[in-house]
């Protein structure tokens, strides 16, 4: 029990999700709710390519999969968009697959401390090339 709450109020963003067509997510600790600024009851059951922008879709589902391949990657980085909106940089990412007790693929997971808010551009459209990005609270390299 103690080592299920030291997760979920871990500094580090954690998500996972299952192993279905469509994956939903199973699990996200406090840092990953607060960071997308949804409730428990939102977040957990929530598509997990939502998380993403439709644009980022298509490079999301390449390192999950290059992730699935590999049992797990290091290094990753993306754009995630929050539940208003707002865009984020996240870097240093791991993913990994989830097994259950059989050994059988289960899902997959992520996790991430280095992140940043992205500014908006006029019109909402995404930030011109090469313009710095706002820092945000989870900044941790």
């Known amino acids: 029990m103690q080592a299920a709450q030291e997760l979920f109020v871990a500094a580090t963003v954690i998500l996972a999700?299952?192993?279905?067509?469509?994956?939903?997510?199973?699990?996200?600790?406090?840092?990953?709710?607060?960071?997308?600024?949804?409730?428990?009851n939102a977040m957990v059951g929530l598509p997990s390519r939502l998380t993403a922008e439709p644009a980022e879709r298509q490079s999301r589902a390449l390192a999950l999969e290059k992730a699935r391949r590999r049992e797990a990657v290091a290094g990753y980085a993306g754009?995630?968009?929050?539940?208003?909106?707002?865009?984020?940089?996240?870097?240093?990412?791991?993913?990994?697959?989830?097994r259950d007790g059989t050994g059988q693929p289960a899902g997959q997971a992520a996790a991430f401390a280095t992140w940043w808010w992205?500014?908006?551009?006029?019109?909402?459209?995404?930030?011109?090339?090469?313009?710095?990005?706002?820092?945000?609270?989870?900044?941790?390299?």
Request: aromatic share 8%; proline share 12%; no cysteine.
């Open 17 to 40: 999700h299952d192993g279905s067509a469509d994956p939903r997510l199973i699990y996200a600790n406090r840092a990953a709710l607060v960071l997308w600024r949804r409730p428990w």
């Open 79 to 98: 754009v995630r968009v929050d539940s208003g909106g707002r865009r984020f940089r996240l870097e240093k990412a791991r993913l990994w697959s989830l």
């Open 118 to 141: 992205l500014p908006e551009a006029p019109g909402g459209s995404p930030p011109p090339a090469g313009e710095e990005a706002e820092p945000g609270w989870g900044d941790r390299t």
